[in-house]
Each structure stands twice: as structure tokens, then as C-alpha cells.
């Protein structure tokens, strides 16, 4: 047989361009939450323009369903006041995300920041159907039935929240719900359980020391409100209370001591000024005592306390009419007190102008009758 010869394989002349390297990169895709770190890093550091900017571009390239953003900027138009946007913007989150209990709590907030407190608590026992243990949930219906003046149904919210999560802001509430009833003793042992639970909350602390103060029971008032001067020394609530204690007892240059430092704090505060107004009448100096009274009612012209202190400041002066002006206004704010009759009475005795005795004869008609003179 004749050998069959081996063609060689045919070769090929070698390419002279060099191969194509893969790429390892993957293409991206631009995803809807793309930018949300960056919102995030503006809204903490509340560089509210730049956030705002930022949102507005997410929101134009995700033709407005970016849920993160809608959010934010929700948060940003409520610290800005504006309500209405806010809401509208938090229902839209809650209609992207319908079955988030953080997106409807939002909502229910500003309901109640609008006043509509009984829309509120509607959304507030919707978001409760998505998360049954959340302690703000049951706290902030609470609220809302403290300020529709459903006390009970307001302590049972406010209990079950305490069961779940025990928080300052929530033993406050309690125990100015016990006030609002009446019952001061229950507040003060709401008060105190919170000051167990939290001991270095001056708020608390001052509060128990005032509720001592007007049950006169003066050597726990000066140790609460001590403990709160203790870990707040610029505590002006806690300065104010006790510069009043030391007032109480004759301690005038004191008392003016304590007033100073609350003065640099709080320089509008109408109670400041009234106790004040009072030093210097304890210490008998008349005109010194109305240029405070006087600036204590330029702040707070309806409370009636101050009008009494101005009314007794101006008797003892011996300037009878401007007695009778102020204790007759003060009257009309707090008609049942028998004080400010004796003051009126005081002062109409040394005048004989006959408007005044018509207006005694008027509130003598209305106090016997219980109406005016037909």
C-alpha cells in the first residue's frame, strides 16, 4: 500500500493586534436609593440647603418615587413649620410603603402638631397594627387623649407604654395628667418612681420640689430642688423656687441674689419680676417694689397675683385709686377670693368718689345674688 503522506497543518500568519483583556467591571445601574447616604449626611449635619438640593435632583431622576428622600424632605419642611407640606409629603411615603408603622407614626404626627388630635389616634391604632410593642406609639396616644380630656383611656396608653419601654418623658405625662385631675398626691408618686428610674433628670426633680412647695412641706422641697441645683446649677426653675423659699422666710438679700442669676437666664419671666416687686416691699422700698410689679404685669397682664401684690403695694403708699384699679381688675380674674375684697374695701375707705361706691354696691349685688342688678 502506498503511504499516504501527513499534510501539516496549515498555519496562519499571527494577528498583530493584541487580545482584548475582559473587563472585570461591572456596568452599574443606577438605583433608586443611590444617593441616600449622601441625604442622610446632610439632613445630621443639618445642612438643610445642600439636602434640599440634593433631594430635589433624586427626586427628578426617580420621577419623584425615592421614598428616602420624600421622607427627608418631609422632616425638613416640619422644622421649617411647614405642617400641611410635611403631611402631605408623609402620606405619600405611606402610600409607597403602606404597611410601615415609622412612615404612619409620622403621619399621626402631624395630625397632632395640626391639633387634629382625634384623626391622630386613628393613624396612631393603624401603625399599632404593624408594630404592637412600640413603646412611642402607646405614648403618643396617650397624649392625644390627655389633650381630648380622656384621662382614663390616656393612663391605660401611657401605663401600657411604661410596660413596654420606661422613659422620662412619659412618668412627666403621667404625673401631669394626676395634676390635671386634681390629684396631687398620685402625681407625686409618678414623680417619684422617676426619679428612682432617672435620678439626674433636673426637670423631674425640680418638678417634685415645686409639688412640696405647694403642699408646703418645705424640707423635701429644699431637698429636691437642691438635688436639681446639684447636677444643674444654672437650673433657673429650681433658683427661682428656692429664692422664693428663702422670700417666704424673710431672707430678702438672699432671695435678690438668687433672682440676679435667673435674671441673666430668663429675663421675661413675669414671676421673676413679681417676686422681685416683693423683695423690695419687704424691705420697704415702695417705689422700687412698683417699677418690678409694674414690669411683671407688662409681661403677664392677666395673672391676677400680681395685680393683687400691685394693689397692696400701692395701699400701703397710701394711693388709693390705683389700689382700687388694680385690685378691681384683679377681682374680675379671680372673683371668688375674699382677700381681694378686703383690699377693695380698704381702699374705697379712705375715697369718696361716687363711681367707686356704685361699683362696690354692683360686686356686693353680684357675690349676695350671684348675678348683676337687673
Not at 473587563?23 to 449622601?38: I, K, Y
Not at 444654672?234 to 435667673?262: E, W
Not at 417699677?291 to 411683671?296: E, G, H, Q, V
Amino acid at each position: 500500500m502506498a503511504e499516504v503522506a501527513v499534510r501539516p497543518p496549515a498555519s496562519f500568519p499571527a494577528s498583530k493586534e493584541p487580545p482584548r483583556a475582559r473587563s472585570a467591571r461591572v456596568p452599574e445601574l443606577r438605583s433608586l436609593e443611590s444617593r441616600n447616604w449622601l441625604i442622610h449626611l446632610y439632613y445630621i449635619r443639618k445642612d438643610y440647603d445642600s439636602c434640599k438640593i440634593l433631594i430635589k435632583e433624586q427626586l427628578q431622576e426617580t420621577r419623584g418615587i425615592c421614598e428616602y428622600a420624600v421622607y427627608v424632605q418631609a422632616l425638613i419642611f416640619r422644622l421649617e413649620g411647614k405642617i400641611h407640606e410635611s403631611l402631605e409629603l408623609f402620606q405619600t411615603c405611606a402610600i409607597l410603603t403602606p404597611r410601615s408603622a415609622d412612615n404612619l407614626k409620622q403621619v399621626a404626627r402631624s395630625l397632632f402638631l395640626l391639633g387634629k388630635h382625634k384623626a391622630a389616634i386613628e393613624v396612631y391604632n393603624d401603625a399599632a397594627q404593624y408594630n404592637e410593642k412600640d413603646w412611642e406609639i402607646c405614648h403618643n396616644l396617650g397624649v392625644c387623649y390627655m389633650h381630648l380630656k380622656h384621662f382614663n383611656k390616656a393612663k391605660d396608653q401611657l401605663n401600657n407604654a411604661l410596660e413596654l419601654n420606661r422613659h422620662d418623658l412619659t412618668y412627666m405625662m403621667l404625673g401631669k395628667i394626676h395634676l390635671l385631675e386634681g390629684q396631687t398626691d398620685k402625681a407625686i408618686e409618678v414623680y417619684k418612681k422617676a426619679v428612682e428610674f432617672s435620678p439626674e433628670n433636673t426637670e423631674l426633680l425640680t418638678t417634685l420640689g415645686l409639688l412640696y412647695l405647694e403642699l408646703e412641706v418645705h424640707q423635701k422641697a429644699f431637698e429636691y430642688l437642691g438635688n436639681a441645683l446639684t447636677y444643674d446649677p444654672s437650673n433657673y426653675k429650681a433658683i427661682l423656687a428656692a429664692g422664693s423659699m428663702m422670700q417666704t422666710h424673710g431672707d430678702f438679700d438672699v432671695a435678690l441674689t438668687k433672682y440676679r442669676v435667673v435674671a441673666c437666664a430668663v429675663p421675661e419671666s413675669p414671676p421673676l419680676w413679681n417676686n422681685i416687686g416683693m423683695c423690695f416691699f419687704g424691705k420697704k422700698k415702695y417705689v422700687a417694689a412698683i417699677s418690678c410689679l409694674k414690669r411683671a404685669n407688662y409681661l403677664a397682664p392677666f395673672d391676677w397675683k400680681i395685680l393683687y401684690n400691685l394693689g397692696l403695694v400701692h395701699l400701703t403708699m397710701q394711693q388709693y385709686a390705683s389700689a382700687f384699679h388694680f385690685i378691681s381688675a384683679a377681682i374680675h380674674l379671680q372673683p371668688k377670693l375674699a382677700e381681694l375684697y378686703m383690699l377693695l374695701a380698704g381702699s374705697t375707705t379712705h375715697t369718696c368718689h361716687p363711681c367707686l361706691v356704685t361699683t362696690m354696691e354692683i360686686l356686693f349685688l353680684i357675690d349676695v345674688r350671684g348675678c348683676y342688678p337687673g
